[in-house]
């Protein structure tokens, strides 16, 4: 019994140890990387939340600077404000750059960004002074407001006229008036939609005058 308990453990005896021994880090291993991949998605997604707030607030301050600018066609009353289903462009009163003064022309719409990969990027440019048209914006430099998403969705609430009732549109097809509110759905690359964003545009009186080549007449308007 003395020489036993003298001849150590058994060589078994070690492998059944190391095995144990293995079993249980690679438990501790799988435990710790759940914690770790969690802590990252909670992380992603907090940063991610971030983003689309910053984005909003930033989206929402250029629309409530909407500036009622006419394109320079003597025939008929045009506002610059194209409103389309999965691009939005108009005219801010806030400038074009910090070295720049006066109105900009902004612009939205979702760009790819290399093979799947698509962003919905915000141009800003100087409107020429026979501006007809959001022509500047196509050389204008592009800010990334939502990265990596799939599809983003207007939709624009107003009236064809002060008689009409206001309604939900894919489209602002009336060339004469500004619509009251904005709404934006972003859905990402993973299917999931985004919360909806709705801006108000508030304009003021200046935004209902009329004027043709024979006269000017202005009314207010409340929006």
């Known amino acids: 019994m003395k020489r036993r308990a003298q001849s150590g453990f058994t060589l078994i005896e070690v492998v059944v140890a190391l095995a144990l021994l293995a079993a249980m880090l690679g438990m501790a291993w ?6 770790l991949r969690g ?9 991610r939340t971030a983003d689309q707030r910053l984005a909003q607030n930033f989206l929402r301050r250029e629309l409530m600077e909407l500036f009622p600018m006419r ?30 003064g006066g109105l900009a022309l902004v612009g939205l719409a979702v760009e790819p960004d290399g093979p799947r990969r698509k962003n919905l990027v915000m141009r800003r440019a100087l409107p020429d002074k026979e501006a007809k048209d959001f022509a500047p914006l196509e050389k204008a430099e592009g800010v990334i407001l939502y ?3 799939d599809s983003v969705t207007f939709d624009y609430f107003g009236a064809e006229s002060d008689l009409a009732d206001p309604r939900w549109s894919a489209e602002w097809t009336y060339a004469n008036r500004i619509p009251v509110l904005v709404r934006l759905k972003v859905k990402a690359t993973d299917g999931t939609e985004q919360p909806e964003f709705i801006a108000r545009i508030v304009l003021g009186q ?16 409340t929006q």
């Open 30 to 35: 799988q435990g710790l990387s759940f914690v």
């Open 147 to 149: 990265p990596d998403i």
């Open 71 to 100: 394109w320079k066609d003597p025939m008929m009353l045009k506002f610059a404000f194209q409103g389309e289903r999965n691009t939005l462009k108009f005219v801010s009163s806030r400038p074009a750059g910090l070295s720049a």
């Open 39 to 47: 802590w990252d998605t909670g992380a992603e997604a907090g940063h």
């Open 206 to 221: 200046e935004a209902g005058c009329l004027e043709s080549s024979f006269q000017r007449t202005c009314m207010p308007r």
